[in-house]
C-alpha cells in the first residue's frame, strides 16, 4: 500500500516564506551591482561583473544551507528532501533555479542483513 504523507499549509508557507525572505535580503543587493558592473564592463574589460558572480554564488549557498536546515528540522522525517536545483527555462536557452522535492527512499528497518 502507498503511504501518503503530507505537508501542512502553514509549515510550507513558513518554509517558502524563509527562502522568499532569504532572496528579499539578496536580490536587492545583487542588482545594484549588476548594474553598476554593466555600466562600467567597458572600462574595466568585464572585472566589473565578478562582484555580482561572487554575490550569487553566496545567495545560493545561503538558500541551499536553508533548504538544508528545513530537510533536518521537518523535511526528512516525512521522507522529503528539498534542494535546489539548475535547469533550462522552457522558453529560452537562461538557465534557472528550482527547488525540487523529491522523496527519500524508505530503507527497510526490520529487514536482515
Given at each position: 500500500?502507498?503511504?501518503?504523507?503530507?505537508?501542512a499549509?502553514?509549515?510550507?508557507?513558513?518554509?517558502?516564506?524563509?527562502?522568499n525572505?532569504?532572496?528579499?535580503?539578496n536580490?536587492?543587493?545583487?542588482?545594484?551591482?549588476?548594474?553598476?558592473?554593466?555600466?562600467?564592463c567597458?572600462?574595466?574589460?568585464?572585472?566589473?561583473?565578478?562582484?555580482?558572480?561572487?554575490l550569487?554564488?553566496?545567495?545560493?549557498?545561503s538558500?541551499?544551507?536553508?533548504?538544508?536546515?528545513?530537510?533536518?528540522?521537518?523535511?526528512?522525517?516525512?521522507g522529503?528532501?528539498?534542494?535546489?536545483?539548475?535547469r533550462?527555462c522552457?522558453?529560452?536557452?537562461?538557465?534557472?533555479?528550482?527547488?525540487?522535492?523529491?522523496?527519500?527512499?524508505k530503507?527497510?528497518?526490520?529487514?536482515?542483513?
Open positions: 500500500s502507498a503511504l501518503s504523507l503530507q505537508v499549509p502553514e509549515e510550507f508557507k513558513t518554509s517558502i516564506g524563509r527562502v525572505a532569504c532572496l528579499r535580503k536580490l536587492p543587493i545583487n542588482v545594484k551591482w549588476l548594474l553598476c558592473g554593466c555600466l562600467c567597458c572600462c574595466t574589460l568585464g572585472c566589473s561583473l565578478w562582484p555580482v558572480v561572487c550569487n554564488k553566496r545567495t545560493r549557498r538558500i541551499q544551507k536553508l533548504l538544508e536546515w528545513e530537510n533536518n528540522r521537518l523535511y526528512h522525517k516525512l522529503l528532501h528539498w534542494k535546489l536545483s539548475k533550462k522552457e522558453t529560452s536557452n537562461m538557465m534557472e533555479y528550482v527547488i525540487l522535492i523529491e522523496f527519500l527512499p530503507y527497510p528497518i526490520f529487514r536482515p542483513d
